[in-house]
């Protein structure tokens, strides 16, 4: 069990993702594969990390490019949080299958 987390931790290390918040009204965020839901409160963004939620409000999506894996997100961004990242709890799910 441990040297499969290792093996997800070391999977982890070649991923770059750039976080740049400006004044706490501008958001860059790279590394993105999807964005999964927004409004003007809550914005729900899909990345290389795991799921990121920013909060805040008036927020907006200023640009979007899948291509270059990018986001910038504008308003008055108050809270960004990510979610436990996607592979690791893949690899939980399916150990707990097996020793099921």
Not at 24 to 31: E, P, T, W
Not at 50 to 56: D, E, Q, R
């Amino acid at each position: 069990m441990i040297e499969e987390r290792k093996n997800v931790n070391m999977m982890n290390t070649n991923i770059v993702q750039n976080l740049v918040l400006e004044n706490r009204k501008k958001l860059s965020v790279s590394g993105v594969n999807d964005v999964l839901s927004f409004d003007d409160q809550v914005v729900m963004v899909d990345t290389e990390l795991g799921l990121l939620t920013v909060k805040g409000e008036n927020i907006r999506i200023n640009k979007l490019s899948l291509d270059t894996a990018e986001v910038i997100i504008e308003g008055e961004i108050s809270s960004l949080a990510y979610s436990q990242n996607k592979q690791e709890k893949s690899s939980g799910t399916l150990l707990s299958k097996i020793f099921k």
